[in-house]
């Protein structure tokens, strides 16, 4: 069934000069539009502190599409000059007054509305508030009023639960539509589909037949410019508790009753909660953390993070982390969940590695079969070649009885075209329907935060800095023992199985 085009709404961006405006919002709504999936009652209204008027924010949203124009000649087309008639703008400071009262003369009473806060995470509980203040959140005459909000949601779980505390005092949970870019990617959507829909995956989905899981988000760049930001945030902060979690989540939930938006939340909840807290001295031996040093990365010479620009000479803050996780239900009793995510690694690779169970080798004892057989594999790869591929043995041709491992491959950018996608197209339609699947809630929040809040207690104690590792290579070497001490091993980075046929 064809997805219904949105209902009248006006997307009020607070940040709207900032990048995540210019080179995500902006392009997936063109996208909704060429789509047809959002129509001419779609309205953009601006918030920024730079002074200006309307036609400020269009063209500076001008000077991007003609840039990127040059790589992806359809971004600036009929679907950009429609929609840049429909974009307004207005400056002020979004700790005053007087910008929400100016937003509530160029909405209306009657105009449904979606505030996205664009912003640093210290003003998301200022905005919520004053929204709430000058009414601007009320539905009671019949329109909807939604405020989404990026992440990084909360520092520790302290923090998470102020901030929900904060934002719930003043609205709804179904008004609140936090954002976690991942659960755009078509992949991850994909993960209920293709465990639900498929009797052969689900039925496999469990202790009995899976040995562990992988999930990685490696990326190639370092911190470059962001020095000061990553500083007081590092990866577990930045990456894990959002991004990995939410993957977590999808692979291990429970069926749901339905695809309703509050019955699949339900489940991804249960499981957050279920993340085994470590005492402290559980985690000292559950999670290493590294920062890479200084050495060659994409061919130039990469200083090491300590000698960047805005971070202290003796950070202590962590690049790279790896973790090993229990969920403690019956499905998933005694397997266990290896996250590790980083900065100027190998390869950028955002993958889940499903590892099955081995055969039992004495089936092939009277054969040639001399070395130990290597287990099935799932790889659901998230980006940038989003798609799964199944590992499986095979016999090799010849009269002998041997086997070689070969892949079953399915690239979403051989079947669909994907590649002009932001990733954001889906939340922002379903920001717009009221549809909240994607979006986590307060309580998976906060979970998440519990889990990982005994390894940002540790460290934060540990006088110890993270373990070096060079550019360019997996992470540290304490991240291999992490794993090796079960007798596992990584999957390698930046390997994409090629297809049988080629």
């Known amino acids: 069934m064809d997805a219904a085009p949105t209902p009248p709404v006006t997307l009020v961006i607070f940040g709207a000069t900032g990048d995540l405006t210019r080179r995500l919002l902006v392009p997936a709504i063109i996208n909704l539009t060429r789509s047809r999936l959002v129509g001419d009652d779609l309205h953009i209204l601006g918030i920024g502190i730079e002074p200006g008027d309307d036609e400020f924010l269009r063209g500076r949203l001008d000077q991007f599409l003609n840039h990127l124009s040059g790589e992806e000649p359809t971004v600036k087309d009929e679907a950009w000059e429609s929609l840049r008639r429909r974009i307004s703008y207005t400056s002020g400071d979004f700790t005053k007054d007087d910008i929400f009262v100016e937003i509530g003369k160029r909405l209306g009473p009657h105009a449904n509305a979606a505030f996205y806060l664009a912003v640093p995470p210290s003003f998301f509980g200022t905005i919520v508030e004053k929204l709430a203040v000058h009414g601007l959140t009320d539905e009671s005459n019949g329109t909807f009023r939604r405020v989404a909000i990026e992440k990084p949601f909360g520092t520790d779980l302290a923090s998470a639960q102020a901030l929900n505390a904060q934002i719930?005092?003043?609205?709804?949970?179904?008004?609140?539509?936090?954002?976690?870019?991942?659960?755009?990617?078509?992949?991850?959507?994909?993960?209920?589909?293709?465990?639900?829909?498929?009797?052969m995956i689900e039925s496999l989905w469990n202790s009995r037949y899976i040995d562990h899981v992988q999930i990685t988000a490696a990326e190639i760049v370092d911190v470059g410019s962001r020095g000061k930001f990553y500083d007081a945030t590092g990866a577990l902060r930045d990456m894990v508790p959002n991004h990995l979690f939410q993957l977590l989540a999808m692979i291990a939930m429970e069926p749901p009753n339905s695809f309703d938006a509050e019955a699949i939340r339900n489940e991804k909840s249960k499981v957050l909660k279920a993340l085994r807290i470590y005492t402290p001295e559980e985690a000292k031996t559950h999670g290493v953390r590294g920062a890479y040093g200084a050495g060659p990365l994409n061919g130039a010479a990469l200083p090491a993070y300590r000698d960047t620009k805005d971070v202290s000479p003796d950070s202590r803050t962590e690049t790279f982390v790896a973790l090993k996780l229990y969920a403690d239900t019956w499905r998933w009793a005694g397997v266990p969940f290896y996250l590790r995510t980083g900065k100027a690694l190998t390869a950028r690779d955002t993958e889940i590695v499903i590892t099955f169970q081995p055969v039992p080798f004495a089936q092939f004892r009277e054969t040639d079969v001399k070395r130990r057989l290597p287990p099935n594999r799932l790889v659901i790869q998230v980006q940038p070649d989003e798609g799964l591929s199944m590992e499986i043995s095979i016999k090799s041709p010849g009269l002998s009885v041997d086997t070689v491992p070969v892949s079953l491959d399915f690239r979403y950018a051989d079947k669909f075209d994907i590649a002009k996608t932001t990733g954001y197209e889906s939340l922002l339609y379903d920001l717009f329907i009221g549809d909240q699947t994607l979006f986590q809630r307060a309580d998976g929040i906060e979970a998440g935060w519990a889990a990982v809040q005994p390894f940002l207690d540790i460290w934060a104690t540990d006088q110890s800095v993270p373990d070096a590792y060079a550019p360019g290579s997996m992470g540290p070497a304490s991240a291999d023992e992490l794993i090796q001490r079960d007798r596992r091993q990584w999957h390698e980075l930046g390997v994409v199985l090629h297809r049988n046929d080629k």
């Open 168 to 199: 719930l005092a003043q609205i709804g949970e179904g008004q609140v539509y936090r954002l976690d870019h991942f659960l755009g990617k078509e992949t991850v959507q994909n993960l209920m589909t293709a465990r639900f829909a498929n009797m």
